[in-house]
């Protein structure tokens, strides 16, 4: 489709706009199966499309045509009934699911907004941020003085109206929804979860989720039943979502924290000096320590390096990943849960850096689905203004750019955990082979 075609725009009243918002429909429905078709293959790179592209077009209409959320019924039935199905990988939506995806990312949801909610809320905020120009047209003025304040307030109030109106629709998704979905609800509006969807699809940094990966990353937001996959675990347990973030069989969990510790590592080292991973602690000789640290020989935190709070002092961090789905953590709100991890480590760790290191101590304490503690968010800003200053690069843009970077690397080892080989590996014996060798006799 070529958009918005050359018979608009056309009054309220013109007997021609049905005809023409229908025929506008007709096109991006033609847009959407092509879409669909798609994402069968490329699911990521067809969400980036629908979001960042095909869906402007009927915003876009709807902000300049009023009355038109009636005829966008038929546009909705083909976003849930075609398009997003085989986007995420499933066979049907329900009505339930349906909702929770009409929601922004950051609310939890994919950003697949309803196109007859949103018609007349579009047309209403068009309205107020054109107010003056449409003053000026309609009273001849000769030139136009653009009150900019007045409009930086308009476009504030209608960011602010908007974002009342998803958060209005997630408080009632949540009172007609049982615990475990509010819980997930919850985890998956949690600052930086939603950072891979709203992400480009950029191989260069990462970005880029082949269909699989994809469809498993939407199985990790929603607890969804994976699919192609055995009912059992090796360690006899069922096969769930939830028990493949914490079954120690194949090692995995290792390989999650291990990866964002070597992140870690990789972006301190731009920015501070005499940067280790896995320092091991100068040995306790008879200081006195508090009931629960730990005062073994040979202890070692996860990353250290020099300069991050304050210039030449050695500041030490440890890492964690918890699943707040498991039976330990669910009964705790989010923020309790990682108030009680980042805890945990100061407990073992914090007097022992302080008093004997002479250092700082830092939990940094993530969680599956995506979120992580103050601690670890006050790394993170910190970090991204230090590179932001050397760089001479906008703050917002590193802090969202880092952000992004610990987020597709938790979910990338959170994806292979659902499918990874769990197994122990045995070799075959050497006389059980068959190298195919023939005999020859000289």
């Given amino acids: 489709s070529s958009g918005i075609n050359a018979e608009w725009p056309l009054r309220p009243g013109d007997e021609g706009k049905e005809k023409f918002v229908e025929n506008e429909i007709s096109d991006w429905i033609t847009d959407i199966q092509a879409l669909a078709k798609i994402g069968k293959t490329e699911p990521q790179l067809a969400y980036t499309a629908y979001v960042y592209g095909l869906s402007k077009r009927w915003s876009f209409l709807c902000r300049t045509t009023p009355g038109v959320a009636p005829q966008m019924k038929l546009l909705e039935h083909h976003i849930k009934e075609t398009l997003i199905p085989p986007l995420i990988g499933r066979d049907y939506i329900s009505d339930e699911s349906r909702k929770i995806f009409s929601l922004p990312a950051r609310c939890g949801g994919l950003g697949f907004l309803d196109p007859i909610l949103m018609a007349d809320i579009e047309y209403e905020c068009s309205l107020a941020a054109t107010m003056q120009l449409a003053d000026a047209i309609f009273t001849q003025q000769n030139s136009l003085e653009v009150d900019t304040v007045a409009i930086s307030e308009t476009l504030k109030s209608i960011t602010d109206k908007k974002s009342s109106i998803h958060k209005q629709s997630l408080e009632q998704i949540k009172e007609e929804s049982n615990e475990a979905t509010i819980r ?183 969680s599956t689905s995506g979120g992580m503690g103050p601690e670890a968010e006050r790394l993170l800003k910190r970090i991204a203004v230090k590179i932001a200053y050397k760089r001479k690069e906008d703050y917002s843009h590193t802090i969202t750019f880092l952000r992004r970077r610990y987020r597709f690397d938790l979910l990338r080892t959170c994806v292979i955990a659902l499918r990874g080989y769990r197994g122990a590996y045995k070799p075959d014996r050497v006389d059980t082979l068959d190298f195919n060798l023939v005999r020859t006799v000289y």
């Fill in 184 to 366: 997930i609800l919850e985890l998956a509006s949690e600052k930086g979860a939603s950072s891979w969807l709203t992400a480009l699809p950029l191989k260069q940094f990462g970005f880029l989720l082949n269909k699989q990966e994809f469809h498993d990353a939407i199985c990790l937001r929603y607890d969804f039943k994976i699919k192609g996959v055995s009912r059992t675990c090796v360690c006899g347990d069922d096969y769930s979502v939830n028990h493949c973030m914490t079954c120690k069989k194949g090692g995995y969990v290792t390989m999650r924290h291990n990866s964002l510790r070597d992140l870690t590592v990789e972006v301190l080292g731009e920015i501070c000096k005499d940067v280790g991973k896995e320092p091991h602690l100068l040995p306790v000789t008879g200081e006195s320590l508090p009931t629960g640290s730990n005062i073994k020989d040979g202890a070692r935190l996860d990353v250290s390096a020099r300069g991050i709070w304050t210039p030449l002092a050695r500041a030490f961090l440890d890492i964690r990943v918890f699943n707040p789905q498991a039976q330990t953590n669910k009964s705790k709100s989010i923020s309790q849960a990682y108030i009680m991890h980042e805890n945990q480590k100061k407990r073992e760790y914090n007097s022992r850096v302080i008093n004997i290191e002479k250092g700082s101590f830092t939990p940094v304490v993530f």
